[in-house]
């Protein structure tokens, strides 16, 4: 099985003659659509609700299209923070999941009225420090420790994660907030990242809500929700299977009619902070082939670089390729498609099985939506790509511009030394 773009050549084709390639294009139906599941999906749960994690997609014009199926925010930096302001967030519509927290963030956040997930028993003093109080909702988050299993299979290793705190820190964290005045808790856990089967929720909501059961017990910390965060992976393999989100939701609601409501915690809100499963498949990145070259193995060059997209640099993550308009050719020549950066992992596939490639042909990269734009940075002073929105009625917004070389050199403070240098260029490429 293939996957299939979200646009035809012909639409990207046009869209390139208006905006130059590489650029990120994201889907507004399949972006709506998906929202739409996620919120149907655990809709028997009264205080259900998406924090999307704004990591994985830094775009306001994303946020709020989300926001408008009830989600709220996972930030865990200043500028998350910051956008989220912009865009009018506050109070219980905010998620800070921070870690090795600066100083200062804790304080942003408590006056926006946003919901503190604390990463660590340690956290606590730094906290009361620097808001004088420690907030009345506050979360914690677990790390069980070991390795993270489904159906035998090793899913991660919490055990090597430097994310929250041990059980024990955990029930002590709780006596010590409540002592000092929180009354409504909350608890979070990630423990694996990427999971594509239905069963990581489920499992997950299986040691967490007997964790809260045990923590109200014997804390008398009420539990109000429970935060199952991130986590779940979407197919980036056109052979995987995609997650149901509705066997999903189905999943944690067996769990939670099995563990919870028979303690008599019926009313507690199940959170989610998926950035991944929101976004990812909803996003890709469009280049454009410039070059060719055969040395001791065949090369396509493209317009894009590692820059726009780090995934596979990275982790050597896959990221699945359609040449525009060649859907149906046979995959009878093996390429790696490289980018132009000077480092020799620059590639968005080795050794990949496509149809003959030309110049000029537009490559479509799959799966790019999350962690992809986000996760970009500048080396050899390349630039940051355009994001363009594909909206329902077919039009394309510009999103978010293009980085330019005034933009790039703007921090540094003779940067006027550099005005006559870009002004020829910007007249050049007006
Ligand atoms: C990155 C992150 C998420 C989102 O993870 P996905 O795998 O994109 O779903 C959620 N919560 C926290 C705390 C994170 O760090």
Same mark, same amino acid.
């Given at each position: ?31 709506? =659509? ?60 905010? !998620? ?18 946003? /919901? /503190?997930?604390?990463? =660590?028993?340690?956290? /606590? ?148 902070? !998926? ?38 640099? !990275? ?8 040449? !525009? ?25 080795? =050794? ?46 510009? /999103? ?31």
């Amino acid at each position: 099985m293939d996957k299939k773009p979200f646009a035809t050549r012909e639409q990207l084709e046009k869209i390139r003659e208006q905006y130059p390639t590489p650029f990120y294009l994201y889907d507004e139906k399949g972006l709506r =659509d998906n929202a739409e599941r996620v919120k149907r999906a655990f809709s028997w749960n009264k205080g259900f609700r998406e924090y999307f994690a704004v990591k994985a997609t830094p775009n306001p014009s994303i946020v709020k299209i989300l926001g408008e199926y009830g989600c709220g925010v996972d930030c865990s930096s200043l500028t998350e923070l910051m956008m989220a302001k912009a865009l009018g967030y506050r109070d219980d519509r905010i !998620m800070f999941s921070s870690n090795d927290t600066p100083e200062g963030e804790f304080r942003y956040v408590h006056e926006m009225g946003g /919901i /503190i997930n604390l990463d =660590d028993i340690t956290l /606590i003093d730094f906290l009361e420090n620097e808001l004088g109080e420690i907030p009345k909702t506050i979360s914690c988050r677990f790390n069980p420790g070991g390795l993270f299993k489904v159906s035998n299979d090793i899913m991660d290793n919490p055990g090597d994660s430097k994310y929250g705190m041990t059980e024990e820190q955990l029930f002590e964290a709780f006596r010590i907030l409540k002592a000092k005045g929180a009354e409504h808790f909350g608890i979070h856990a990630f423990l694996a990242s990427n999971t594509v089967t239905d069963e990581y929720y489920p499992m997950l909501a299986g040691i967490l809500f007997k964790l809260a059961v045990k923590l109200q017990k014997e804390t008398g910390a009420h539990v109000e929700f429970i935060n199952l965060s991130g986590g779940v992976g979407i197919p980036y393999r056109p052979d995987q299977t995609p997650n149901d989100i509705f066997a999903i939701g189905e999943g944690v609601r067996k769990v939670y009619e099995d563990i919870l409501v028979p303690a008599g915690m019926g009313d507690v809100s199940i959170y989610t902070e !998926m950035g991944r499963y929101m976004v990812g498949p909803y996003g890709a990145l469009v280049t454009t082939a410039i070059h060719e070259k055969h040395i001791y193995k065949e090369y396509v060059g493209v317009d894009a670089c590692a820059v726009n997209l780090m995934r596979p640099a !990275m982790y050597g993550a896959y990221h699945h390729i359609t040449v !525009m308009g060649k859907e149906g050719l046979p995959c009878d020549h093996k390429y790696d498609v490289t980018g132009s950066l000077c480092e020799n992992n620059d590639k968005f596939a080795i =050794d990949r099985m496509l149809p003959k490639i030309d110049r000029g042909d537009i490559l479509f990269i799959h799966d790019a939506g999350a962690h992809g734009f986000s996760m970009g940075y500048n080396y050899n002073g390349k630039l940051k790509s355009a994001e363009l929105l594909l909206k329902t009625d077919g039009s394309v917004e510009m /999103i978010r511009r293009a980085e330019t070389p005034r933009d790039y050199y703007s921090t540094f403070d003779f940067s006027h030394e550099f005005d006559q240098v870009l002004e020829e260029w910007e007249k050049r490429n007006k």
